[in-house]
């Protein structure tokens, strides 16, 4: 039995044990916000790594104000020294998951497991991920493979409010970083048979409105803010959006429509200020909203603010009583990774091997933690791969299919020895 036949076959008997991890992983309901059982998790992998063979530490994230004695924000790195020549590569997944929301057919932290999946909210995006790079490390060490260099494993917080105190807060404290770490794999869910590259940029904002109260029997004598949000809303509409969707990116995002930028209104409130949003016989004074402009790298980030810009003055000039505040929540530029990254060939080829045709290079639509690997670690080489579905992501009754995982553990350990081959 060759190589390759002998790693892909331990991998098919690992992968009972994955499957288990996963599902107990998806029972630790990591849901952020607030960031629950976020030490829970990250001592359930760290004793997991611990028991594989790994010198394992846990990282808090101290002395930010989101790491909290109620809700303390946790991560854990395994570290595992071949005693011969070669890279440091560090897998990376996040723990935590966006609340389940409604429309689930099943418990969303049960952890179900049927005709061939594995339900539950964080079960794509991305537990499984975190089953399999530690899975598929395995399998190459039991299939005796000579395993080279330093292999890292990172179990991080945060990651779906923006990673700051997990992948941000690892470059910070130099255990990622350009000259200690040469590859980074983050286990995202963009579909086993694709690799994904980079991400689109996204300026995320906040515009509060203000009005004059006055009583609802009488709105005349006030200034509606939530009126007035209106028309900032419709003009970002009419105006903004025709002008996104004649821009198009050569960065090969998925799926098809995110290839032009986009913008979203991802929450309002409105009514009296003083009143906890209460109904109350008055005239709305206060409306806050935030959005979310994801732009593409063809587009610069103070371009993308500047067109926002543009719209609050011309309405301030324009409307009787359109006063405003504007802040930004966050700012990040796009990255993408040069297609011919030693990581880059290594994974495509051996989702070759185990798929049976080319792999994909796509970009994700939105932003992950590959923004802090390169911006603050200076890590050049990274890329995204797991076995989750893109589109399952953040969805009811979020699974992953069993031989997805399986092929994904596959392509993680034959990506490995494609990368230590090219060295």
């Known amino acids: 039995m060759g190589l390759e036949d002998r790693v892909l076959a331990e991998v098919d008997r690992v992968l009972g044990e994955a499957v288990d991890f996963c599902r107990e992983l998806v029972r630790v309901p990591t849901v952020n916000p607030p960031g629950a059982e976020y030490a829970r998790c990250a001592e359930l992998i760290g004793s997991r790594l611990a028991r594989l063979g790994y010198e394992v530490c846990y990282v808090p994230a101290e002395g930010l104000p989101e790491h909290s004695a109620d809700y303390p924000r946790l991560n854990v790195v395994g570290g595992l020294d071949s005693g ?86 690892l470059c910070r404290r130099g255990i990622i970083r350009s000259g200690r770490t040469d590859y ?42 939530i009126e007035v949000m209106g028309l900032f809303i419709e003009r970002l509409r009419r105006e903004l959006k025709p002008r996104l969707a004649g821009r198009r990116t050569n960065l090969p995002v998925v799926p098809e429509p995110a290839r032009h930028p986009t913008l979203n209104v991802n929450g309002i409130v409105g009514g009296q200020a003083d009143t906890a949003w209460r109904p109350t016989p008055c005239v709305a004074d206060e409306c806050r909203a935030v959005f979310d402009r994801r732009f593409i790298p063809e587009e610069q980030a103070a371009e993308v603010r500047r067109e926002v810009e543009d719209i609050l003055r011309e309405l301030r000039a324009e409307v009787a009583g359109f006063d405003y505040e504007w802040r930004d929540l966050m700012v990040v530029e796009p990255v993408v990774t040069d297609p011919g ?29 590959h923004k802090h690997v390169r911006r603050l670690g200076g890590v050049e080489h990274c890329i995204a791969y797991g076995p989750g579905r893109l589109q399952l992501a953040h969805q009811p009754d979020e699974h992953v299919e069993i031989e997805d995982l399986r092929r994904a553990i596959g392509v993680m350990a034959l990506g490995l020895i494609n990368l230590w081959a090219q060295e």
């Open 84 to 169: 011969r020549p070669g890279p440091t590569v560090h897998f990376n997944g996040h723990l935590d998951v966006v609340p389940p929301g409604t429309g689930w057919t099943r418990p969303p932290f049960e952890a179900a497991l049927e005709d061939g999946r594995i339900y539950g909210r964080g079960a794509a995006d991305m537990k499984a991920g975190i089953a399999a790079m530690v899975y598929a490390v395995e399998a190459l060490r039991r299939a005796g493979y000579p395993v080279r260099g330093r292999l890292e494993q990172s179990a991080t917080v945060d990651e779906e409010s923006g990673g700051f105190a997990g992948v941000a807060y």
């Open 184 to 225: 980074v794999v983050i286990t995202e869910p963009l579909d086993p048979d694709r690799v994904c590259i980079g991400h689109r940029g996204v300026y995320w904002f906040e515009v509060t409105v203000r009005g004059r109260v006055a009583h609802g029997s009488m709105p005349h004598l006030g200034v509606n803010a």
């Open 341 to 369: 990254s030693p990581l880059v060939r290594a994974f495509a080829r051996a989702v070759g091997q185990v798929y049976g045709y080319p792999a994909a290079l796509v970009a994700s639509p939105g932003t992950y933690d």
